[in-house]
C-alpha cells in the first residue's frame, strides 16, 4: 500500500468520525429547531461596559450551537426598536429530544 493509498484511508476515516460525532450530538427537526444532546455550559458573567448613549439596553450574551460545540456570543448594547421595548434574554429548554434554544427576542 502506497502512502497515498494510506492517506486516503486514514482521511477518509476521519471524516466518517466527525460526522458521525457531529450527528450524535445534535440533530433538526422539521421547523428547523436544532436539538443538542448536552446540555449547555454555566453561563459567562460578562462584564458591562458603559452605555454609548442614553435609551440603550443591555443584552445579555448566551450559549449559541455552531454544529459541533457551544459557542459564547457576547453581551452588547443595543437600541430598542421602540418605546418601551422589553427584551426577552435567549434561554436553553430540554425537551424530550434534547436541548434547543429559543432565540432572545424584543417584546
Known amino acids: 500500500m502506497t502512502v497515498n493509498q494510506c492517506w486516503r484511508m486514514w482521511s477518509g476515516t476521519l471524516l466518517l468520525a466527525g460526522t458521525l460525532i457531529v450527528a450524535t450530538a445534535a440533530c433538526t427537526e422539521a421547523l428547523g429547531r436544532v436539538y443538542v444532546r ?8 460578562d462584564a458591562r461596559v458603559v452605555a454609548p448613549a442614553p435609551g440603550y439596553v443591555w443584552i445579555p450574551g448566551s ?11 457576547p453581551g452588547r448594547w443595543e437600541l430598542p426598536p421602540r418605546p418601551r421595548a422589553v427584551w426577552v434574554p435567549a434561554r436553553w429548554v430540554h425537551g424530550r429530544r434534547g436541548w434547543y434554544v429559543v432565540e432572545g427576542h424584543w417584546r
Open 38 to 45: 448536552i446540555g449547555p455550559p454555566v453561563p459567562v458573567v
Open 63 to 73: 450559549y449559541t450551537w455552531d454544529g459541533s460545540a457551544y459557542v459564547w456570543v
